[in-house]
């Protein structure tokens, strides 16, 4: 399945600059102007600061409630500046609706965004991994009511992650599909654990909830993230169209390096139109 042709173009025109994947060192994004507040997380046992950034009328629309986007990455020297660019240019255009963006910079990447492995080569990335079942719980009971006890938003969540961070999207997508109701993910590292996530998930999607959700998945040159993303991609043939609205963007033009940012408005378009 792919994004439309015309909202393809849209996004193309818009962001020729952030589509030139080819760079290996893309620009740096300048900081976007955004709120802070730090989480003290009995589940991680440490304080979360947390980036937001709130719709250009936010403050104007005194009642209006917005939908939530949490980010994965997303300290101000990571991935939080490029998808906050990118929200509010599609958000001018029209092309998408005004969202809050909540943006969760790292403490400790590799703990926080696998799942267990018994690979031995995954073990050795960080002194910690396996960790994703607590940092999910974080967000859910500790971050979540957080945001809204801060700020007017309605029930509609979504979630953005590349490489790592989507390995975490498809994990939460598939373990637990009611946390988010739109899923993002950019190169996810399905090669984790041999890719046990991808053997699992026809068991996951057979049971998959009943609310709609919408998935988002693009994938680079790289091979042992591309084959099991096209493996997942296949399995999710089977899914009635009731229960979820998808979306598989290989993109071989692109590095695992350039993949955010070449990929990365189209993926956010489609989910958030």
């Known amino acids: 399945m792919n994004i439309s042709r015309p909202l393809e173009s849209i996004v193309a025109v818009v962001f020729v600059t952030s589509s030139l994947g080819a760079q290996n060192k893309p620009p740096k994004d300048e900081g976007p102007a955004h709120d802070t507040f730090t989480v003290a997380s009995t589940v991680l046992k440490e304080s979360r600061l947390i980036n937001v950034h709130l719709p250009s009328d936010y403050r104007a629309a005194s009642v209006q409630h917005f939908p939530v986007l949490y980010m994965l990455d997303g300290g101000i020297d990571e991935d939080f500046p490029r998808v906050v660019h990118t929200i509010d240019s599609l958000t001018t255009l029209g092309v998408i609706r005004p969202v809050i963006v909540v943006g969760i910079p790292n403490t400790e990447r590799r703990r926080d965004l696998t799942g267990p492995t018994r690979v031995a080569k995954d073990s050795a990335i960080a002194p910690l991994v396996g960790g994703s079942g607590p940092f999910r719980k974080f967000i859910r009971d500790e971050l979540m009511p957080a945001v809204r006890a801060r700020y007017r938003n309605t029930d509609e969540r979504g979630i953005v992650g590349e490489s790592l961070g989507?390995?975490?999207?498809?994990?939460?997508?598939?373990?637990?599909?009611?946390?988010?109701?739109?899923?993002?993910?950019?190169?996810?590292?399905?090669?984790?654990?041999?890719?046990?996530?991808?053997?699992?998930?026809?068991?996951?999607?057979?049971?998959?909830?009943?609310?709609?959700?919408?998935?988002?998945?693009?994938?680079?040159?790289?091979?042992?993230?591309?084959?099991?993303?096209?493996?997942?991609?296949?399995?999710?043939?089977?899914?009635?169209?009731?229960?979820?609205?998808?979306?598989?963007?290989?993109?071989?033009?692109?590095?695992?390096?350039?993949?955010?940012?070449?990929?990365?408005?189209?993926?956010?378009?489609?989910?958030?139109?």
């Open 166 to 273: 989507g390995l975490f999207v498809i994990e939460t997508f598939l373990i637990e599909p009611t946390l988010f109701n739109h899923y993002v993910a950019l190169d996810p590292s399905l090669w984790w654990n041999s890719g046990a996530l991808v053997s699992a998930a026809p068991a996951y999607l057979r049971a998959f909830d009943n609310g709609k959700k919408s998935l988002y998945l693009t994938t680079s040159n790289v091979d042992d993230i591309t084959t099991p993303t096209s493996q997942l991609a296949a399995l999710l043939r089977g899914v009635p169209p009731y229960k979820l609205t998808w979306v598989y963007e290989p993109r071989p033009d692109l590095t695992h390096a350039t993949i955010f940012r070449g990929a990365g408005p189209a993926a956010l378009a489609s989910a958030l139109k």
